[in-house]
């Protein structure tokens, strides 16, 4: 059984920046895709960035602005977040699954396992 448990979340003005991680046990980490989503109130969740191995792949709303990476020797993933916005105010989670399709990275339904989700609230 897969977990993943995330930190970092909190509160930053208009510009600001903020660094989520999420810490992964119980597979072998190497060969999960991993992703980032995010769930405003009222909206649909949606993909923000994955990366599998040494490829990444990123929502059109975030290019440029954030950038995900990992550490196979922690098991853990980072989400970080510069130029932040306030549409950018969401929960927050980390995914992990092992089998997605083509072109289907950024999509929620491809994964297997969630975090609890952590906050990101940015103000104006």
């Known amino acids: 059984q897969v977990q993943l448990v995330e930190s970092g979340g909190g509160s930053v003005q208009a510009g600001g920046s903020l660094r989520l991680s999420c810490a992964a046990s119980?597979?072998?980490?190497?060969?999960?895709?991993m992703g980032w989503f995010r769930q405003a109130p009222g909206k649909e969740r949606e993909g923000v960035a994955a990366?599998?191995?040494?490829?990444?792949y990123y929502a059109d709303s975030v290019k440029g602005r954030f950038t995900i990476s990992q550490d196979n020797a922690k098991n853990t993933v980072y989400l970080q977040m510069n130029s932040l916005k306030p549409e950018d105010t969401a929960m927050y989670y980390c995914?992990?699954?092992?089998?997605?399709?083509?072109?289907?990275?950024?999509?929620?339904?491809?994964?297997?396992?969630w975090g609890q989700g952590a906050q990101v609230t940015v103000s104006s």
């Open positions: 995914a992990a699954g092992f089998h997605i399709r083509p072109g289907w990275l950024l999509q929620p339904e491809e994964y297997n396992y």
């Open positions: 119980g597979y072998t980490y190497s060969s999960m895709y």
């Open positions: 990366i599998y191995r040494s490829s990444t």
